[in-house]
């Protein structure tokens, strides 16, 4: 079973930093863009950054400077790195994949989400 698996989420003081992963597995045959996205409570999803095969990257501007997404294709990896936390970026932090891969033996391309780690930003 293809799945996506997050982990590196938990409290952290305004300020300061942390750095998700977010790993894929199973029979995967390619993986295309990747991405991070958040939700806070009370809100709606919200696009965080966004990473293409080919290392392209984009970011909603509350986190340009702040943070930054990479990927290791030969891990399977995403990661996100994030710098000068502030309160607001108090969420639940959910990796997307855009997967080409099986599931037994039919062929599937499309989105995949992770399960989604939170990540506190208080004092």
């Known amino acids: 079973q293809v799945q996506l698996v997050e982990s590196g989420g938990g409290l952290v003081q305004p300020g300061g930093s942390l750095r998700l992963s977010c790993s894929a597995s199973?029979?995967?045959?390619?993986?295309?863009?990747m991405g991070w996205y958040r939700r806070a409570p009370g809100k709606q999803r919200e696009l965080v950054a966004t990473?293409?095969?080919?290392?392209?990257?984009t970011y909603v501007d509350s986190v340009k400077g702040r943070f930054t997404i990479s990927r290791d294709n030969a891990k399977k990896t995403v990661y996100l790195q994030m710098n000068s936390l502030k309160p607001e970026d108090t969420a639940v932090y959910y990796c997307?994949?855009?997967?080409?891969?099986?599931?037994?033996?039919?062929?599937?391309?499309?989105?995949?989400w992770g399960q989604g780690t939170q990540v506190t930003v208080s004092s």
């Open positions: 199973g029979r995967i045959s390619s993986i295309h863009d």
């Open positions: 990473i293409t095969g080919g290392g392209r990257t």
């Open positions: 997307n994949a855009v997967l080409s891969y099986y599931n037994s033996s039919t062929y599937n391309y499309g989105p995949i």
